[in-house]
């Protein structure tokens, strides 16, 4: 998966499957990604910096 791949775009993934990454990676990582941020987020490595960020804040 290329981090410029769009996110709405990912092949075989609807809305229900998206949400459950999301969450999934949120639990995973001990994170809460504002959900106004999660409709900014337009790509796979978009979606990536904001964890790593939200990862690495104190």
């Known amino acids: 998966m290329r981090a ?3 996110v709405s ?6 809305s229900i499957v998206l949400l459950e990454i999301i969450v999934t ?6 994170i809460e990604i504002d959900e106004a941020e999660l409709f900014d987020i337009d790509t796979v490595g978009e979606f990536v ?7 690495a804040a104190p």
């Open 9 to 14: 775009g990912l092949q075989n993934v609807d």
């Open 4 to 6: 410029d791949a769009p």
């Open 49 to 55: 910096a904001v964890c790593r960020r939200l990862v």
């Open 25 to 30: 990676v949120e639990n995973e990582l001990g």
